[in-house]
């Protein structure tokens, strides 16, 4: 689904393989890249897109700041062998998911996000989801109605969805939240135009997005765009 992504992991596949064992102790399966010492690190989660799976991001951390620990979740409904996804697609219209599916992994992930923080001896405000597509929306439900439960949202060709963004207020605990809004404007499958929108309700909650625009890049992630997101993250974390 993203060929870079899997040029990145071909060309750094004994790395790849080296942290690819699924682990099955926290709410979600997930696959993990942690250094020696974890305690007070920051700790990022990937979330990745409909029916992809857990793998499909954790070449991300290459190009990404050496030292943090990658832990990469598999979604909860399984579609076939090897593709998941967070939620069904509501309707038939602009992309919506089911709410109560939402919900429902909105509140895995953030029961993940805990436990994780606890056996990686670290705190909420190093954490950081990064979500691309679906993962990318699921990274808003959390990170938009518990901004207490997070640092950061990384949004890869992603979309605030309707009940979100209807619902989400502006509070004192959104302030300290970063966000990085990622979006190829030749993206056919959740448009330029969300991203757009994403940045727009954002910045009326009083919130200062880092939006990239990548142009001519379709629903994908390209080499220009995880350098921004590993700059993002450096200056979360200076």
Known sequence: ???????????????????????????????????????????????????SNEADLFGLREGLPAGYTYLSARAPQTLEEGSYQWFHR??????????????????????????AVAKYHTQPDKVVLVGFSQGAVMAYEVGLRHPQSVRGIAALSGKILPVLAAQVKNNPALQR??????????????PYSDGIEANHLLQGLSLKPQFHAYPGMGHSISEVEINDLSHWLQGLYP
């Open 1 to 51: 689904m993203i060929r870079y992504l899997a040029l990145l992991a071909l060309l750094a596949a004994p790395w790849v393989q080296a942290g690819s064992a699924l682990h099955d102790d926290l709410p979600l399966s997930y696959m993990e890249q942690a250094p020696a010492e974890t305690r007070n690190q920051p700790l990022v989660i990937f979330l990745h897109g409909y029916g």
């Open 90 to 115: 509501k309707g038939q219209g602009a992309y919506d998911g089911v709410t109560e599916e939402l919900a429902d992994s909105a509140s895995l992930i953030g029961q993940f996000v805990r436990a």
């Open 177 to 190: 939240l970063g966000i990085f809004i990622g979006h190829g404007t030749a993206d056919q499958r959740l």
